[in-house]
């Protein structure tokens, strides 16, 4: 059983100390996926779909390569989805809580701010550039 939150946005947004916002960057950096959306959007012009955003994050979980067909190989409907369905109600919700990304729910459409961009580079400087 998932336990209920008070506040969502208590666990999300950047506090008024460094302290809080430091943690809040932990947070937002320690899921995979949320670093992949970032990822994604930093490697484009900083907007996608959220379709766009599962097919990569699964092609990439997936380690699969590019084929002739398919730009993402052979990766099944059922991941694609999987990952679309954590991204909708998790980790999308959780980077646009912390103003991170913005996203229209009408086009669901994924853009990286001037504040996510800030944290990837904090997440650069602990770990380096992504390859």
């Known amino acids: 059983?998932?336990?209920?939150?008070?506040?969502?946005e208590s666990l999300t947004a950047f506090g008024?100390?460094?302290?809080?916002?430091?943690?809040?960057?932990?947070?937002l950096l320690a899921d995979r996926r949320r670093r992949a959306v970032l990822d994604y959007l930093e490697e484009t012009d900083g907007t996608a779909t959220l379709t766009e955003l599962a097919v990569e994050i699964a092609a990439r979980e997936a380690r699969v390569e590019p084929n002739a067909i398919s730009d993402h190989g052979d990766v099944s409907a059922r991941d694609r989805r999987a990952v679309r369905i954590s991204l909708h109600h998790s980790h999308v919700p959780k980077l646009a809580n912390a103003d991170v990304i913005d996203y229209e729910t009408e086009t669901e459409t994924v853009t990286l701010t001037d504040r996510g961009r800030s944290l990837l580079s904090r997440r650069d400087a602990v770990q380096g550039p992504p390859r």
Do not use: G, K, N, Y
């Not at 059983?1 to 008070?6: G, V």
């Not at 460094?18 to 960057?25: F, N, P």
């Open 1 to 8: 059983m998932i336990p209920l939150l008070s506040s969502p």
């Open 16 to 27: 008024e100390t460094r302290a809080d916002a430091v943690d809040t960057a932990m947070d």
